[in-house]
């Protein structure tokens, strides 16, 4: 079964880019890697979805492997807004089920 | 429209109250969720409604009972609930395939 790991929390600075990383070793053949983003008290927002090498959108870009076993999450020139909660999922199955990680707060300062 | 709509924001209940949580969405989505959040955890899947039929049910205590009158909206209806069900209960919609899933901005529930 496959399970994400990320880290717990991660600081950085206004304007510097910020990468971060998760480990997804039992992905299997079929899911998607996808990151979401939270606000206190909010629903997670989507970011960006990846199956494999790069992906780019307008507020991030998502690097994958050829192994697929890592995944990295990259914010270019963050801001203070950027300060939230990211989270990396795997799947979805044949039961809509994803597994989501453990999340990552990331805290942006001035 | 690429909003999910959940009422009320906020709930307090006792444990002898009967109670619903709403949610809609316009997207033409045909899979709706509902989710559970604990403070500093990651959202865990309760129910999937996929065009209008339960497919998923997470092994959820039978005081959470879901409903899906329509395609665009979907109920959680709240009986006899325990204090440690107190939670942020997120609903959200995607295409038929589930990858990308739209949030709401979620239900915070107080159980008394």
């Known amino acids: 079964l496959a399970k994400t790991t990320q880290p717990i929390s991660m600081d950085s600075y206004e304007g510097q880019e910020v990468n971060i990383t998760c480990s997804h070793n039992?992905?299997?053949?079929?899911?998607?890697i996808t990151w979401y983003q939270q606000f206190p008290s909010q629903g997670p927002r989507f970011i960006i979805q990846?199956?494999?090498?790069?992906v780019t959108n307008e507020v991030a870009s998502l690097f994958i492997p050829a192994d697929r076993k890592s995944s990295t999450l990259s914010l270019p020139r963050v801001s203070l807004s950027d300060t939230a909660v990211y989270y990396c999922?795997?799947?979805?199955?044949?039961?809509?089920?994803?597994?989501w990680g453990a999340g990552t707060k990331l805290i942006i300062k001035p | 429209d690429t909003e999910v709509t959940q009422t009320p924001k906020h709930l307090v209940m006792g444990m002898t109250n009967k109670k619903s949580l709403k949610c809609e969405q316009h997207?033409?989505?045909?899979?709706m969720y509902w989710y559970k959040q604990k403070a500093k955890k990651p959202p865990e899947l309760m129910f999937v409604?996929?065009?209008?039929?339960?497919?998923i049910n997470e092994s959820v205590p039978s005081r959470f009972s879901p409903e899906c009158p329509n395609s665009s909206l979907l109920n959680l209806h709240l009986h006899a609930l325990q204090p440690e069900d107190s939670a942020l209960y997120l609903c959200?919609?995607?295409?038929?395939?589930?990858?990308?899933?739209?949030f709401g901005s979620g239900t915070q529930l107080s159980v008394l």
């Open positions: 959200a919609s995607s295409q038929a395939g589930g990858e990308k899933l739209f």
């Open positions: 997207m033409g989505h045909r899979a």
């Open positions: 409604y996929s065009y209008e039929k339960l497919s």
């Open positions: 039992n992905i299997a053949t079929n899911d998607y």
């Open positions: 990846g199956y494999k090498t790069k």
């Open positions: 999922l795997v799947g979805p199955d044949s039961n809509y089920q994803l597994i």
